[in-house]
């Protein structure tokens, strides 16, 4: 995509994304993907409309160059992607073990140095986070725990929460995609990020991990997230996703005042994918679509069947995501109450 898609000309006005995270090559046994979750939700809100700060590392190298030319042809800023000579560009070993994808990380790679941007960056994506906010628009930090792995990544994160912390007119909120990949993980992270995190996404085990206990119902999952919105001062949305059996989304007092007032989590479907291919990027998909509805001040429920939506088209993908702007034709614009059938 080397200028702006019909879907991008047609996009509403919308908060401001910051992504930090991994950029990285999934290596299938029969091909090489860009991939890893933060440039995946990036890629799509791009494709989307959006226009994400993806902040991140490569190494100066040809699988660190080839990410930088694809993301410039997709149209997507590589102004907070620093290039670091002597330092591997990051890659994956990803095999399907009935159905669910495996992944072989190696350690000691670029996105494992990411440091803070720029002065300059930093600024002028402030200045458009405090148009949005003038404008009555949400803008977000969005990150995950694989480049959590590194000390170095773990100060610049906590350093790009506090530098937009630090004025009531670039405030962001924070969604923390739990998103584990063992063993680049470790539980005692979740409480140095969980605070301060304002919408959280994470499976049915990463659920017990925050809970501190197994949960063998979904009575014990939705009481479990109740307690964790009661005593999450920040926490607005907590987005538990359950494979093919869609998702449960949980909003705080706070947040049900703003849509629809129900205590009860909304629940959404995932339709079935026709074709499956892989569900590599699926989880990152549903994100994506949240996060946008999110920008954009949109209903939960509806933005939701969206994502759930998305997350199956992209089961039907040889990879994450994709370079067709039609792709991503997914109108924002419309009523949001309804949903499209196809």
């Not at 919105?229 to 538990?240: R, T």
């Amino acid at each position: 995509m080397t200028d702006s898609s019909i879907a991008r000309s047609q996009v509403p006005q919308a908060g401001v994304a910051v992504i930090v995270g991994e950029v990285l090559w999934d290596c299938f046994p029969d091909r090489q993907v860009l991939g890893g979750a933060p440039l995946n939700v990036a890629w799509n809100l791009a494709g989307f409309g959006l226009q994400p700060l993806f902040v991140s590392a490569v190494g100066d190298d040809d699988l660190g160059k080839e990410i930088l030319r694809r993301m410039r042809e997709w149209g997507l800023s590589t102004d907070a992607v620093a290039v670091l000579p002597g330092v591997p560009t990051g890659t994956v070993a990803v095999t399907l073990e009935d159905g669910e994808p495996q992944y072989e990380i190696v350690s000691g790679v670029a996105y494992d140095q990411i440091p803070l941007p720029n002065q300059s960056v930093l600024e002028s994506i402030r200045n458009r986070i405090r148009n949005a906010s003038e404008q009555g628009f949400p803008s977000l930090l969005y990150h995950g725990t694989l480049a959590y792995r590194s000390p170095h990544n773990r100060k610049t994160i906590h350093e790009l929460r506090d530098y937009f912390a630090g004025d009531d007119s670039t405030k962001l909120d924070v969604f923390f995609d739990i998103n584990v990949r063992k063993p680049h993980y470790d539980v005692a992270w979740l409480d140095d990020l969980m605070p301060g995190a304002g919408l959280v996404k994470l499976n049915e085990d990463e659920m017990s991990d925050l809970a501190s206990r197994e949960l063998a119902s979904v009575d014990d999952r939705r009481a479990a997230a109740h307690e964790l919105l009661a005593k999450s001062d920040n926490l607005k949305c907590l987005l538990v996703t359950l494979g093919a059996d869609g998702a449960e989304c949980y909003l705080s007092d706070a947040a049900q005042a703003n849509d629809s007032g129900d205590s009860k989590p909304i629940t959404v479907v995932a339709p079935e994918p026709d074709p499956l291919i892989d569900p590599v990027g699926a989880g990152d998909a549903f994100a994506s679509v949240a996060i946008a509805g999110h920008l954009r001040k949109l209903p939960v429920e509806p933005t939701l069947k969206l994502a759930a939506l998305f997350a199956s088209r992209v089961c039907g993908l040889p990879g994450a995501t994709s370079d067709d702007n039609e792709f991503y034709r997914i109108d924002f614009t419309e009523d949001p109450h309804r949903v499209p059938d196809d």
